[in-house]
């Protein structure tokens, strides 16, 4: 059993306050199913802040390493998870700017009293799992030639054409 982690998102970013724990591969409950082994463990980081705009962020930092079916050959293959997500609060949804004039590396959260830590944490990894993971050619145990189909290239039909005019 893994306590929860609840806390207060305003308050917590307000009192530049900062937890971190683990949680086992095995219970993030959504993110499992993608994963080909159930081994490892996550380590996370929360802090809060506020900038000097006076606005109330979160940082998260996340470190592990989960197993993923190759979608070549099938086998595991080790997908590194090491990010850092920041998150500005905001009080309600209207305050979410528009996707256009949205600043690209913050994400934006409505501040919640009760905000489980946990499920940031999954939701982030669940965005940083690649949908196709694949091994890379020399670790693969099937080779990417066998499974590539001999498309022509388009290249080689503009060349004839050329030589044609000619
Ligand atoms: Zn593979």
Redesign the pocket.
Known sequence: MTAQHIINSLEFARKKLEIHGTIENSQLLRARDLMSSHAGIIEWTLSGSVGLDGKSKLTLLIKGVAQMP?Q??L?S?SVDLNLKSEFILVRDESEIPSEDDEVDEYDYLVADAEMDVLALVEDEVLLTLPYAP??SVE????KSEQLETKAPNPFAALRDFKVVKK
């Open positions: 190759c070549r050959c086998d293959v694949k091994h670790d693969c145990s099937i």
